[in-house]
């Protein structure tokens, strides 16, 4: 059975930081890939970046240059560094996995991937 359990967000002020971890159990695929999504409310579920079996990585250009996505394989658990934070940043953010050749957010986001509950972040001005 595939686990995917989001942590770390919490309520931050502009500019400041937080790291999102989500540990996956369960889930062994070759061509793994895994990313962050987050979904502001009232609005839909939009990318933030991705990570495949390789390390390679792509993120969406909002949070390009203060976002950082990673993976420790050893802790089977996937990261998201979040630093700069801006209001708008404020959503759920949810973590993903699925088996794809190619890896890219639209792609997980549109696959019958594994999906964790989420884990809300809060920036305030």
């Known amino acids: 059975q595939v686990q995917l359990v989001e942590s770390g967000g919490g309520s931050v002020q502009s500019g400041g930081s937080l790291r999102l971890s989500c540990v996956v159990s369960?889930?062994?695929?070759?061509?793994?890939?895994m990313g962050w999504f987050r979904q502001p409310p009232g609005k839909e579920r939009e990318g933030v970046a991705v990570?495949?079996?390789?390390?390679?990585?792509s993120y969406v250009d909002s949070v390009q240059g203060r976002f950082t996505i990673s993976q420790d394989n050893a802790k089977n658990t996937l990261y998201l560094q979040m630093n700069s934070l801006k209001p708008e940043d404020t959503a759920m953010y949810y973590c993903?996995?699925?088996?794809?050749?190619?890896?890219?957010?639209?792609?997980?986001?549109?696959?019958?991937?594994?999906w964790g509950q989420g884990t809300q972040v809060t920036v305030s001005s």
């Open positions: 993903a996995a699925d088996d794809l050749a190619v890896c890219e957010w639209w792609l997980l986001l549109k696959s019958d991937a594994f």
């Open positions: 369960g889930y062994n695929y070759k061509n793994s890939c």
């Open positions: 990570i495949d079996t390789d390390g390679s990585t």
